[in-house]
């Protein structure tokens, strides 16, 4: 089961204060709600491009979580 998201809005009224974002090359690709949406969509890239530099971000309200690269 899997958010309940369109294009990176929160469809259930309730946000959390935290998303994920995914990184390709340094450049934002996409940004989800969930850990495992997001994590599932980085494992998608890095099998699809697994040259290209893929990393996984979570922000929350209060700061940015230091990045983790999909190896």
């Not at 990184?23 to 699809?48: M, P, W």
């Amino acid at each position: 089961m899997g958010c309940l998201m369109k294009n990176g809005i929160a469809t259930n009224g309730t946000l959390s204060g935290e998303c994920y974002v995914l990184q390709i090359n340094g450049r934002v690709n996409s940004t989800h709600r969930c850990f495992q949406d997001a994590l599932r969509a980085g494992l998608q890239l890095k099998y699809e491009f697994p040259h290209d530099d893929v990393k996984l971000r979570e922000i929350t309200s209060e700061k940015v979580i230091p990045e983790t690269g999909l190896h």
